[in-house]
């Protein structure tokens, strides 16, 4: 699967997870936050779709996605950032 179509099914994943995604420019890695009650997902979009994949990949890892349908490429893609 494309880079940018996972990054697309991550997106609809956030929708799902009642999660904020927000892409900025700077001098960041990114990650998962909970800031006033809202979850938000910092990722930098100056990085490359592939980075961008990884860092929301790690963000969806430290959540309970297990009652949510996803594809099995996405679903492996971030059970590996599990380990």
Same mark, same amino acid.
């Given at each position: ?9 991550? $997106? @609809?994943?956030?929708? &799902? /997870? ?31 779709? $592939? @980075?961008?994949?990884? &860092? /929301? ?27």
């Amino acid at each position: 699967m494309k880079p940018t179509i996972i990054f697309q099914e991550f $997106e @609809q994943l956030a929708e &799902a /997870l009642d999660v904020k995604i927000i892409q900025e420019k700077g001098n960041f890695k990114g990650g998962y936050c909970l800031l006033e009650q809202e979850k938000i997902i910092v990722i930098n979009k100056l990085k490359p779709v $592939e @980075q961008r994949v990884r &860092a /929301l990949a790690h963000a969806y890892s430290r959540r309970d996605t297990s009652a949510i349908y996803m594809k099995p490429a996405v679903r492996e893609i971030i059970e590996a950032e599990e380990q």
